[in-house]
C-alpha cells in the first residue's frame, strides 16, 4: 500500500513540476515573440513613415506600400489585443467595486468580461504567431523597396498635414492620394487632346470629399491646373449654356443619382472646349459611374478593422503614450471593435475620451455606447452605421448625458450653415453633459475641421413631441436620421 501511494506522490510531483515547467518556458517563449513583433512593427513603421514623405509614381511600389501597411497595421492590432486583453477583467473589477458606479457599471461589464473572453488563449496566440510570420516575411523581402524610395523625391511637410489627416480621416489613404496625384499631373496620351475622367467611388463616409479636398489644396496641382473647378450635378443638363475659361482646369463633380448618357455627352463636350491638360474627377458611391472613365478609377472602401483601430487609438490618446494607461487601451480596443468603422463617430467619441483619460469615465461611455447598440438592434435590427447608409432613424437616447426625445435630420456638408440662426450644440457636449438639448429646434454639431476651409457636418434636431408624453421615469428615445 505504501509503495502505491508513494508512486502516485511521484507521478503527481512530477506532474506539477512538468507543467510548471512548461508554463514558465510558454511564458518565456511568448515574452521573446512579443518583443519580436515590437522590433518588427518598429522597423516597418520607419520604413513607411519614409515612404510617406516621398513622391511615389511606380504602381507596383504603391502597392507594397499598402501591403507592407497591411500588415504593420495587422501587427499592432494582434499585439495590443495580446497585451491588454487580461487587463480588461482587472479594470472592470476595479470599477465595479467603487460604490457609487458599481449598480451602474455591473451588467455592462460583466457583458465586457464575457466578450473579451470570447477570444480564447489558443487564437490569439496564433494571430502572434500569424503576425510575426507575415511581418518577417515582408521585412525580408522589403531590401529593394527601401533602395527605391531612396531615389524618389522628397515632399515637403505642412506642419500641419499629419493633425489634418487625422482629423480628416485621411489616415492611411496614402497610397490612394499618390494614385489620384500621378494620374491628374500626367499628360493625357489619346489622340484627340479630351480629358481623363477620373471617378473616386467609395460607400458612405469613406472619405471620398476629404481625400479631393487634399488633393485640390496640393501645391503640385494648384502649380499645375490654371483653375480648379467644382460642379454641381444639377449643372449637367444646362452644361451647354454656361460658360468656363478656356485654361487648363481640374474640374471636380459629385453625383448622387446616375446621369443620363445625353448629358453626360453634353457635359464632357463642353469641358473638352477648355484648356488642354484639363481632367474631370468623378465624386460618387455608384459604381455604375465607373463607366465614363478614361483612366483606372480609384475604389475607396472602410478602413480595416487593424486600421481604425489604431487611428481611434491615436485620435483618443492624443499626446498621451497609451503605454501609460494599460486599462484605456484595453477599453479603446473594444470601442474601436464596437463602432462598425464609423470615421463619424470615431472622431466624435476620441474627442471626447482624449478630454478625460480616466478609466470610470470611459467605462461609462462604452456602456453608453453598448447601450446604444442594443436598442437600434431591437428597434431597428441594424448596427447604427448600416442604418445611416440607408438614411433611417437611429437610436441615440442612452448615448448623450440628458436623454430627451428629438429626431436628427440628415446631415450635410457645407463651410457656412449658420443661415438657419437656431441655437446649436455639439454632439461631444450632447455625450459629457456639459449641454442639455435645446427644445423644439436646434442644429447638432456632429463634426468641425480645425484646419481651413473649417468644413462643418451638422444636423437638424427637431423635438419629438409625440413622446414627451411618456413618463419621466422612463427612458426616453432619440432618433438620429
Not at 494582434?78 to 467595486?97: C, D, H, M, T, W
Not at 529593394?144 to 489616415?171: A, K, Q
Not at 488633393?215 to 460642379?231: A, G, Q, T, V
Not at 475604389?299 to 484605456?328: C, I, R, T
Request: proline share 4%; hydrophobic share 40%; net charge positive.
Amino acid at each position: 500500500m505504501e509503495t502505491i501511494t508513494s508512486a502516485a506522490t511521484s507521478d503527481l510531483i512530477s506532474r506539477a513540476l512538468s507543467f510548471l515547467i512548461d508554463k514558465f518556458t510558454n511564458r518565456e517563449c511568448m515574452e521573446e515573440k512579443v518583443q519580436r513583433l515590437q522590433l518588427l512593427l518598429l522597423r516597418v513603421r520607419t520604413v513607411i513613415e519614409e515612404a510617406d514623405g516621398r513622391c511615389i509614381t511606380n504602381s507596383g511600389m504603391l502597392m507594397q506600400l499598402k501591403l507592407l501597411s497591411e500588415r504593420m497595421y495587422r501587427g499592432y492590432y494582434v499585439l495590443e489585443n495580446f497585451k491588454y486583453r487580461p487587463i480588461v477583467q482587472s479594470a472592470g473589477q476595479e470599477v465595479s467595486s467603487s460604490p457609487a458606479l458599481a449598480s451602474s457599471f455591473g451588467a455592462s461589464i460583466k457583458r465586457f468580461r464575457m466578450m473579451s473572453n470570447s477570444t480564447t488563449r489558443s487564437s490569439t496566440v496564433d494571430d502572434l504567431d500569424g503576425a510575426l510570420r507575415s511581418l518577417e516575411t515582408m521585412v525580408d523581402t522589403m531590401k529593394e523597396f527601401v533602395m527605391l524610395i531612396g531615389g524618389c523625391e522628397r515632399v515637403c511637410c505642412n506642419p500641419y498635414d499629419t493633425y489634418l489627416y487625422l482629423d480628416n480621416f485621411m489616415f492611411s489613404r496614402y497610397v490612394e492620394k499618390q494614385h489620384v496625384l500621378n494620374t491628374l499631373l500626367q499628360k493625357n496620351f489619346n489622340n484627340q487632346g479630351a480629358p481623363a475622367i477620373l471617378p473616386i467611388i467609395g460607400g458612405h463616409k469613406v472619405g471620398k470629399r476629404t481625400l479631393v479636398s487634399q488633393i485640390c489644396s496640393n501645391e503640385k496641382i494648384r502649380s499645375h491646373f490654371s483653375s480648379i473647378l467644382h460642379i454641381s450635378e444639377q449643372v449637367i443638363s444646362r452644361i451647354e449654356h454656361e460658360k468656363f475659361p478656356c485654361v487648363r482646369t481640374l474640374v471636380v463633380i459629385e453625383f448622387m443619382l446616375d446621369v443620363n448618357e445625353d448629358d453626360w455627352m453634353k457635359f464632357y463636350s463642353c469641358v473638352s472646349g477648355m484648356g488642354e491638360g484639363t481632367k474631370v474627377i468623378i465624386i460618387s458611391r455608384l459604381e455604375k459611374l465607373a463607366r465614363f472613365a478614361t483612366v483606372k478609377p480609384i475604389h475607396m472602401k472602410l478602413l480595416s478593422q487593424e486600421e481604425y483601430s489604431y487611428l481611434f487609438k491615436v485620435l483618443a490618446f492624443g499626446s498621451a503614450n497609451p503605454e501609460d494607461y494599460p486599462q484605456l487601451s484595453s477599453i479603446g480596443n473594444e470601442l474601436s471593435t464596437l463602432m462598425g468603422r464609423s470615421c463619424i463617430i470615431g472622431n466624435v467619441l476620441a474627442d471626447v475620451l482624449r478630454k478625460n483619460l480616466n478609466t470610470q469615465f470611459w467605462f461609462h461611455v462604452l456602456k453608453r455606447y453598448k447601450g446604444t447598440l442594443e436598442n437600434n438592434m431591437l428597434l431597428f435590427g441594424d448596427h447604427p452605421r448600416s442604418i445611416a447608409c440607408k438614411d433611417r432613424p437611429i437610436d441615440i437616447t442612452k448615448l448623450i448625458y440628458y436623454p430627451a426625445p428629438f429626431q436628427i435630420l440628415p446631415p450635410h456638408v457645407g463651410c457656412d450653415v449658420s443661415a438657419t440662426q437656431l441655437p446649436r450644440v455639439t454632439f461631444g457636449d450632447l455625450i459629457v453633459g456639459s449641454a442639455a438639448p435645446p427644445k423644439e429646434m436646434f442644429e447638432l454639431m456632429t463634426w468641425e475641421s480645425r484646419l481651413p476651409p473649417y468644413s462643418k457636418i451638422v444636423r437638424i434636431c427637431v423635438q419629438n413631441k409625440t413622446q414627451n408624453a411618456a413618463p419621466l421615469r422612463k427612458k426616453r428615445r432619440g432618433v438620429v436620421a
